[in-house]
């Protein structure tokens, strides 16, 4: 089964929706700047938009996650191919009976790698579906350059 994954640098998927995105954060002094992007690094605020990206791929709304994609997902996935893609490794999973997110990773990505710079973050959730042994689904966000995270994939192991 083929997954959508950035190059293997990263344990990051790619894909964005525009209702999860966070506001940007504002422009203020250096102490409140700080405190700012704090809060935008928050792994609660980042396990709660994981787990409503998870919710939406579970009501097979993954089109309209892949639309307000970043564009380094697009650049990486085409619609009908990560839209087909997900739905193959998803569906014969069938329905999730528990899901709790066990860990938040961030991580700033530098020029010159294998995949675009910028501040990625992946949220992985232990899940129970109903018809297949306990997995781990991978949910992956990037902080656009214009401040805003988006969803940038997702992947189940």
Do not use: H
């Amino acid at each position: 089964m083929k997954r959508f994954m950035l190059p293997a640098a990263l344990t990051l998927c790619v894909v964005a929706g525009p209702a999860l995105a966070q506001t940007p954060a504002p422009r203020t002094p250096a102490a409140p700047q700080q405190q700012a992007a704090a809060a935008d690094l928050d792994p609660n605020a980042l396990a709660n938009a994981g787990l409503q990206i998870a919710q939406a791929i579970d009501r097979d709304q993954t089109a309209g996650l892949w639309e307000g994609a970043s564009a380094v997902t697009k650049r990486f996935a085409k619609r009908e191919e990560f839209v087909a893609n997900v739905a193959g490794s998803r569906k014969p999973l069938g329905a999730v009976v528990e899901r709790n997110w066990m860990v938040v990773r961030r991580q700033q990505v530098a020029d010159g790698g294998q995949i675009p710079s910028g501040l990625y973050a992946s949220v992985e959730f232990a899940t129970r579906f109903r018809t297949d042994p306990p997995r781990t689904e991978l949910v992956s966000m990037r902080r656009d350059e214009d401040g805003t995270w988006r969803f940038a994939g997702y992947v189940v192991k």
